[in-house]
C-alpha cells in the first residue's frame, strides 16, 4: 500500500488534480493535500485487484477523469500483480534478479515472514479476509497453487498468525491452519521460508497435531520422528504399538495434552478439564502399562517420539 500511497501523491502534485480515494466501504486510501469535499463533485469507480474504490473529484476536473482512472488502476496492477509475479517465479525455482526482488519487495531488507495460509472454505473468501486485515499494510498476499500466502514484515509473527486463524474462524465459519518458518532477507530466505511452511503443514497432517497455527522450529519432535530410519521406527513400534492400541481416547487425550503443556501437570489439567489428581492417576496408570514415566524428562523424552511414531503408523493406514 505504500507503493501505491507514494504514487498518488505524486500524481496529484504533477497534475494539480486533487482528488480523494476512498474503499466501497468508507475508508480512506489517499486523499489530496487541502482537498475538501464540495457539493461539485463526481464519483468514479475504479478497480484495484479484487477490490473497489471511488475517485472523489471535482467537475472542473471532469475531462481528467477518464485517463485518470487508466492511470490509477494501470499503476495498481504493475505494483501489485508484478509482485506477485515475482514472488510466483521464486518458488517455481526460476531465475529472478536480485536487483528486481529488493526493487519490488521494498519490505525485504529488514527481514520479512512468510506465512502459508490453508482453508477449509473458500480460498478467495479468505483471502478478502487476510486483505482486509492488512488494507493499510505493506503486506503481499497472493494465491500460490492451491495455498494462501502472505509475505510482510510482521514484529509479532505468532499474533499475527493468530489473527489470520481467527478472523478466517469467525468471518467464515471454517476450520484455517497458518504455518510459518524462519524471516526472509533475500529471494533465497523467501523460497526457504516457504518449503519451511510446507513442511510444517505436512508434518502437522503426518501426526494429528493438535495446533493449527504452526511454528516450524516448534515440530522439532515431529522433524525427528520423520527423519528416522523405518528400522528404528519398527523397534519403537515393537515396544508400544500395542500399549497404545489399548489405551482408549480418553488416555490419547490425555497423552497429547500433558505433551503439548511441556509435562505441567496443572497445566494440562486445566486443558483437559479435569482435577490434577484425575490427571495423577491417568499418568500413574500409563506408567504402569508402559513402564514409562512420563513426568521424567528422559522417559518422556523416548516416550513422545514412540507416540509421534505410532500416529504417523496410524496416519497412514486410516
Same mark, same amino acid.
Given at each position: 500500500?505504500?507503493?501505491?500511497?507514494?504514487?498518488?501523491? !505524486?500524481?496529484?502534485?504533477?497534475?494539480?488534480?486533487?482528488?480523494?480515494?476512498?474503499?466501497?466501504?468508507?475508508?480512506?486510501?489517499?486523499?489530496? %493535500?487541502?482537498?475538501?469535499?464540495?457539493?461539485?463533485?463526481?464519483?468514479?469507480?475504479?478497480?484495484?485487484?479484487?477490490?473497489?474504490?471511488? #475517485?472523489?473529484?471535482?467537475?472542473?476536473? $471532469?475531462?481528467?477523469?477518464? /485517463? &485518470?482512472?487508466?492511470?490509477?488502476?494501470?499503476?495498481?496492477?504493475?505494483i501489485y500483480f508484478k509482485k506477485e509475479r515475482i514472488i510466483s !517465479?521464486? &518458488? !517455481?525455482?526460476? !531465475?529472478?534478479?536480485?536487483?528486481?526482488? *529488493?526493487?519490488? #519487495?521494498?519490505? &525485504?531488507?529488514?527481514?520479512?515472514? +512468510?506465512?502459508?495460509?490453508?482453508?477449509?472454505?473458500?480460498?478467495?473468501?479468505?483471502?478478502?479476509?487476510?486483505?482486509?486485515? =492488512?488494507?493499510?499494510?505493506?503486506? #503481499?498476499?497472493? /494465491?500460490? *497453487?492451491?495455498?494462501?500466502?502472505?509475505?510482510?514484515?510482521?514484529?509479532?509473527?505468532?499474533?499475527?498468525?493468530?489473527?489470520?486463524?481467527?478472523?478466517?474462524?469467525?468471518?467464515?465459519?471454517?476450520?484455517?491452519?497458518?504455518?510459518?518458518?524462519?524471516?526472509?532477507?533475500?529471494? =533465497?530466505? #523467501?523460497?526457504?521460508?516457504? *518449503?519451511?511452511?510446507?513442511?510444517?503443514?505436512?508434518?502437522?497432517?503426518?501426526?494429528?497435531?493438535?495446533?493449527?497455527?504452526?511454528?516450524?522450529?516448534?515440530?522439532?519432535? %515431529?522433524?525427528?520422528?520423520?527423519?528416522?530410519?523405518?528400522? &528404528?521406527?519398527?523397534?519403537?513400534?515393537? @515396544?508400544?504399538?500395542?500399549?497404545?492400541?489399548?489405551?482408549?481416547?480418553?488416555?490419547?487425550?490425555?497423552?497429547?495434552?500433558?505433551?503439548?503443556?511441556? +509435562?505441567?501437570?496443572?497445566?494440562?489439567? $486445566?486443558?483437559?478439564?479435569? *482435577?490434577?489428581?484425575?490427571?495423577?492417576?491417568?499418568?500413574? @496408570?500409563?506408567?504402569?502399562?508402559?513402564?514409562?514415566?512420563?513426568?521424567?524428562?528422559?522417559?518422556?523424552?523416548?516416550?513422545?517420539?514412540?507416540?509421534?511414531?505410532?500416529?504417523?503408523?496410524?496416519?497412514?493406514?486410516?
Open positions: 500500500m505504500k507503493d501505491i500511497m507514494n504514487f498518488l501523491q !505524486d500524481l496529484s502534485k504533477n497534475t494539480g488534480i486533487k482528488f480523494r480515494l476512498i474503499t466501497e466501504d468508507g475508508a480512506i486510501i489517499f486523499s489530496s %493535500e487541502s482537498f475538501k469535499e464540495n457539493s461539485d463533485m463526481i464519483y468514479i469507480s475504479v478497480n484495484m485487484g479484487s477490490e473497489k474504490a471511488r #475517485i472523489h473529484l471535482e467537475k472542473k476536473f $471532469r475531462e481528467c477523469a477518464s /485517463i &485518470l482512472k487508466y492511470t490509477i488502476e494501470d499503476k495498481y496492477r504493475d !517465479d521464486i &518458488l !517455481d525455482g526460476k !531465475d529472478v534478479s536480485d536487483e528486481m526482488v *529488493h526493487k519490488s #519487495i521494498s519490505f &525485504l531488507d529488514s527481514g520479512c515472514n +512468510l506465512f502459508l495460509v490453508k482453508t477449509k472454505g473458500n480460498i478467495h473468501e479468505s483471502i478478502d479476509v487476510i486483505k482486509e486485515i =492488512y488494507r493499510k499494510y505493506d503486506v #503481499i498476499t497472493m /494465491i500460490y *497453487h492451491d495455498d494462501i500466502i502472505v509475505i510482510g514484515n510482521f514484529d509479532e509473527i505468532k499474533e499475527h498468525a493468530k489473527a489470520i486463524k481467527e478472523t478466517i474462524n469467525s468471518n467464515l465459519f471454517c476450520k484455517c491452519y497458518v504455518s510459518y518458518g524462519n524471516i526472509a532477507h533475500n529471494k =533465497y530466505g #523467501i523460497e526457504r521460508a516457504f *518449503h519451511e511452511s510446507q513442511q510444517s503443514m505436512m508434518l502437522s497432517e503426518k501426526f494429528s497435531v493438535r495446533e493449527e497455527v504452526l511454528d516450524y522450529n516448534k515440530l522439532l519432535f %515431529e522433524k525427528i520422528v520423520y527423519s528416522l530410519e523405518s528400522k &528404528l521406527k519398527q523397534e519403537f513400534l515393537n @515396544k508400544f504399538e500395542a500399549k497404545f492400541n489399548d489405551f482408549d481416547s480418553e488416555m490419547i487425550s490425555t497423552i497429547d495434552e500433558f505433551i503439548n503443556c511441556g +509435562l505441567n501437570t496443572s497445566d494440562a489439567a $486445566r486443558k483437559l478439564y479435569v *482435577h490434577r489428581n484425575t490427571l495423577i492417576y491417568r499418568l500413574d @496408570k500409563i506408567k504402569k502399562e508402559t513402564g514409562f514415566d512420563i513426568r521424567n524428562f528422559r522417559e518422556a523424552t523416548v516416550f513422545t517420539i514412540s507416540f509421534l511414531v505410532w500416529r504417523e503408523k496410524n496416519k497412514q493406514t486410516n
